[in-house]
């Protein structure tokens, strides 16, 4: 099912600015959030749909991509999908702007409701990598690998960060993973939850922190990845592989990998969106004469047929010898060849070549039509104004 333009779905024009995209969000998650809505799929659906526009909008990167490729363009860059999105996540991700308002999980309330405490799960960091690859491997796909520099998880302590694997629980939380906070004002007593700042929301802390990692559980290393590039990728283009990115601390999620894509140049054969251009160029005799002349493709040579009397700026198409569609509906489905006729003009010629052109201008064949001389000098008289 197709996505609904994110900035239709905060209500918002695409010139808005970033406080007034921050309000929108503010407004639609307080309308459709789930403790307002209980067993309302419609508005978790738009709960969560509105998290999704938000993520995308608040970042000036993501929201240029999104303005100029649409939905696909932020494919890659991290975030989250509307419909496999877990609420927690929401909330631990959004969740810090909208302190102070009640009774609502995982917006800093208090009161009726109250906030589903769960361990925070730590996520590695995001790795980019630039891959150029050649028009061959671009049309057919291709699988390389690659020894990628980034955090893995200790060895020596499996990656919780424990030398001995003992936690306790966090003496300033009491193993909540949150501080509530009490404050007086003119409205009365305000009460705000904030994550612990000891634990940072695990509820719990190292009792002997690993001495190789200093209770991360994460260090630098190398990993080797191995990465299948699909068929139709173009340059620009941000290709996303879950989990190869950095580790995260204390057995955390992995970051995701980012490859961005770099289209090597090809010397014969010009990209077009998914077809190529040939740019052939004819010697006289044989756009006068024709034949069969070889030309390139991304799938080896092949033979095409010149007709007699063929023009320069004629165009000649083969079909399916274009660059295959990445996805979408008609994934798989290559583009064209197009390939673009020239005639090559000679600045020199020999005595004898010379007097061949001669005896040829003055043949009933090179001498062009009635017709034609009219199209000419109609030509010319319209070039200097004249009727």
């Known amino acids: 099912m197709a996505k609904r333009d994110y900035y239709e779905v905060l209500g918002v024009e695409k010139t808005a600015s970033a406080d007034q995209i921050k309000s929108a969000y503010k407004k639609m998650a307080i309308k459709y959030h789930p403790d307002r809505n209980p067993g309302d799929k419609e508005a978790e659906t738009k709960f969560k749909e509105a998290a999704e526009a938000y993520d995308v909008l608040r970042d000036p990167e993501k929201r240029q991509r999104y303005d100029r490729f649409g939905p696909e363009g932020v494919n890659g860059m991290g975030g989250f999908n509307a419909q496999n999105m877990d609420m927690n996540d929401i909330f631990s991700m959004f969740g810090d702007m909208f302190e102070g308002f009640g009774g609502f999980r995982g917006f800093g309330g208090f009161g009726g409701g109250g906030r589903q405490q769960h361990a925070p799960v730590y996520r590695g960091?995001?790795?980019?990598?630039?891959?150029?690859?050649?028009?061959d491997e671009i049309?057919?796909?291709?699988?390389?690998?690659?020894?990628l520099k980034k955090h893995v998880a200790?060895?020596?302590?499996?990656?919780?960060g424990s030398s001995d694997g003992q936690k306790e629980t966090c003496p300033s939380?009491?193993?909540?993973?949150?501080?509530i906070k009490t404050q007086q004002s003119i409205f009365g007593v305000m009460r705000s939850q904030s994550v612990c700042p000891h634990c940072h929301g695990e509820g719990s802390v190292i009792k002997n922190k690993c001495q190789h990692c200093n209770g991360d559980g994460i260090?630098?290393?190398e990993?080797?990845?191995e990465v299948n590039f699909p068929a139709g990728l173009a340059d620009g283009m941000i290709l996303n592989v879950n989990g190869k990115g950095g580790a995260g601390k204390h057995n955390g999620q992995n970051g995701d990998l980012h490859i961005i894509i770099k289209e090597q140049a090809n010397k014969e054969l010009i990209r077009d969106g998914n077809d190529l251009i040939y740019n052939l160029v004819l010697t006289i005799p044989q756009a006068i004469l024709g034949g069969q002349v070889e030309v390139p493709t991304i799938d080896g040579k092949a033979k095409i047929t010149i007709q007699p009397g063929t023009q320069p700026g004629t165009v000649l198409r083969l079909k399916g010898k274009g660059i295959p569609e990445v996805q979408g509906y008609n994934k798989g489905q290559r583009g064209d060849e197009v390939i673009n006729i020239s005639v090559y003009v000679?600045?020199?010629?020999t005595r004898e070549e010379k007097q061949a052109i001669t005896n040829f201008q003055t043949s009933d064949n090179f001498t062009p039509t009635d017709s034609i001389k009219e199209k000419i000098i109609r030509k010319f008289r319209s070039y200097f104004g004249e009727k």
């Open 173 to 179: 939380c009491n193993g909540s993973g949150y501080i």
């Open 346 to 349: 000679p600045e020199t010629l």
């Open 139 to 147: 049309v057919n796909g291709t699988t390389k690998k690659f020894k």
């Open 125 to 135: 960091q995001d790795q980019r990598l630039k891959v150029e690859l050649t028009l």
């Open 219 to 221: 260090v630098m290393g």
């Open 154 to 160: 200790c060895p020596h302590c499996h990656g919780s």
């Open 223 to 225: 990993e080797i990845v």
